[in-house]
């Protein structure tokens, strides 16, 4: 079967850095995604790899190493605004057409 | 340009009741996924549907069904209301579907549909 592993829960300070890992369990793959999700809204895409490395847009950065099943989203410059739920999903490909296997999140709490 | 849409915002039943769903893609997206997010948890995928056939199902009972019409517009019917099936129902939207292609799925604010 395939699942993700990621912490439930992190806290940082307004300003810091903060990264959150996720390991992967799957018998095939094409690609980590990353969502957002604040209290009561919906999920927001945030980035994709399909390829090993680093992937940059604006404060948000997400790596992936394929050959270790891992990837990472560091969030840089934290606000107050990031306080969310953040997930990573792999997709499914047990003869689906493209929808996501997403782990249990990691709720953020960013502190003044 | 106007996201997913989807109605109900909240729902009240009881046990052994029926509901209905809807949900409103992007303009120009013909994928639509169901995802039950129960509290604390991932989404948890239910169906797939583009060009109107089911594409992909999830780990659910019979008792969930769903259809796409013409419009690429889509209901999410659930029979026989169980207390567990208390949960944010959220749907999403892509412009086509298929496992190699990163079509980023766009999703709405979901219903939360409440068992009592």
């Known amino acids: 079967g395939q699942s993700l592993e990621q912490p439930s829960e992190v806290t940082a300070v307004e300003g810091a850095i903060v990264q959150i890992n996720c390991t992967y369990q799957t018998s095939g793959f094409y690609g980590l995604s990353w969502y957002q999700q604040h209290d009561g809204g919906a999920p927001t895409f945030l980035s994709y790899n399909a390829l090993d490395g680093l992937e940059e847009t604006g404060r948000f950065s997400s790596f992936l190493s394929r050959s270790d099943s891992y990837g990472y989203l560091l969030l840089q410059e934290l606000q107050m605004k990031d306080s969310a739920s953040y997930f990573c999903?792999?997709?499914?490909?047990?003869?689906?057409?493209?929808?996501?296997?997403f782990g249990k999140g990691t709720k953020l709490s960013v502190k003044p | 340009d106007a996201g997913v849409t989807q109605s109900p915002t909240h729902l009240i039943k009881t046990r052994g009741q029926q509901v209905t769903l809807r949900c409103s893609p992007i303009?120009?997206?013909?994928?639509v996924s169901w995802y039950q997010q129960v509290l604390g948890q991932g989404p948890q995928f239910i169906f797939q549907y583009y060009e109107k056939e089911e594409r992909g199902r999830g780990n659910f009972p019979d008792r969930f069904s769903a259809r796409q019409f013409p419009n690429y517009s889509s209901e999410l019917n659930v029979n026989a209301l169980l207390l567990g099936d208390s949960a944010l129902y959220l749907c999403?939207?892509?412009?086509?579907?298929?496992?190699?292609?990163?079509?980023?799925?766009?999703f709405g604010d979901g219903t939360r549909l409440s068992i009592l």
């Open positions: 999403a939207s892509s412009q086509r579907a298929g496992t190699l292609s990163n079509q980023p799925q766009h």
């Open positions: 999903a792999v997709r499914d490909i047990r003869g689906s057409q493209g929808n996501l296997i």
């Open positions: 303009s120009g997206h013909k994928s």
